[in-house]
């Protein structure tokens, strides 16, 4: 299974924490309430002799805000959270919007059944099952009694 990557992550660690930028526009970011917030969740891999394993850990999220697709042999999980934040007081009104959104995309490889694919998110984890063709599956072990 291979990472799908489109960018340096060099250069997409410079342009998230904005440390190239000047001081005056993170300050004005924060001045105007820039609330987009964009994270790469963790993720574990493991494989067993029947499937793929996948584990995203992405605390806050609900089942709905996820969406996992397969094109192409090329698996991608996204999720997304909108918020909107208003107050008004006499002399003034405050709206805010905050977006939580993340994307990531993987090569899976020939030998994954796409009809058995499971999704499953639970406490704060989102589990993907990539169950492996019965062609592929290696039988276990077995002992033949000589007669």
Same mark, same amino acid.
């Given at each position: ?76 999980? &996204? ?21 939580? &959104? ?46």
């Amino acid at each position: 299974m291979t990472l799908v990557t489109k960018s340096n992550p060099v250069f997409r660690n410079m342009f998230q924490t904005k440390s190239w930028m000047p001081d005056s526009l993170g300050l004005m970011d924060e001045f105007l309430g820039n609330k987009e917030q964009h994270f790469i969740p963790a993720v574990n891999i493991f494989e067993n002799d029947k499937a793929f394993n996948l584990e995203f850990k992405a605390p806050g999220y609900q089942k709905e805000n996820f969406k996992v697709t397969l094109d192409n042999e090329v698996l991608t999980v &996204s999720a997304e959270i909108s918020n909107e934040e208003s107050v008004t007081e006499k002399n003034y009104s405050r709206k805010e919007f905050v977006l939580n &959104s993340f994307k990531r995309s993987f090569t899976i490889p020939e030998i994954v059944n796409s009809e058995g694919m499971e999704a499953k998110y639970e406490n704060g984890i989102l589990k993907v099952l990539l169950p492996k063709k019965e062609t592929t599956i290696k039988p276990p072990a077995k002992e033949i009694t000589v007669l």
